[in-house]
């Protein structure tokens, strides 16, 4: 079993900042690439692309390979950036590693809100 926990999220004011953190649990021997997707209320879950005008300069993704941890520093927060946001982890092909599916594993979720 895959389980991701996810961490950090909150409310903020805009002009805020939070770092959101993903880490997969177990399976210290297997890399897994991981990813941040976000679903604001009404809409579709999106991939969170850093290079997006959206978020462009505000936000960033970096990744502690040997912890299979995943973060999204966001900063400089918008009200449309409100979203429950969601990390994805897709496992590499090791015989260490936990079967692949179509769309990887996904962490329970964080909600992040921010209030103009």
């Known amino acids: 079993q895959v389980q991701l926990v996810e961490s950090g999220g909150g409310s903020v004011q805009a002009g805020g900042s939070l770092r959101l953190s993903c880490a997969v649990s177990?399976?210290?021997?297997?890399?897994?690439?991981m990813s941040w997707y976000r679903q604001a209320p009404g809409k579709e879950r999106e991939f969170v692309s850093v290079?997006?005008?959206?978020?462009r300069g505000r936000f960033t993704i970096s990744q502690d390979n040997a912890k299979n941890t995943v973060y999204l520093q966001m900063n400089n927060l918008k009200a449309e950036d409100t979203a429950m946001y969601y990390c994805?982890?897709?496992?590499?092909?090791?015989?260490?590693?936990?079967?692949?599916?179509?769309?990887?594993?996904w962490g329970q979720g964080t909600q992040v809100t921010v209030s103009s």
């Open positions: 290079i997006d005008s959206a978020v």
């Open positions: 994805n982890a897709r496992p590499g092909g090791s015989s260490y590693c936990p079967p692949r599916t179509e769309f990887g594993y």
């Open positions: 177990g399976w210290k021997y297997c890399r897994f690439a």
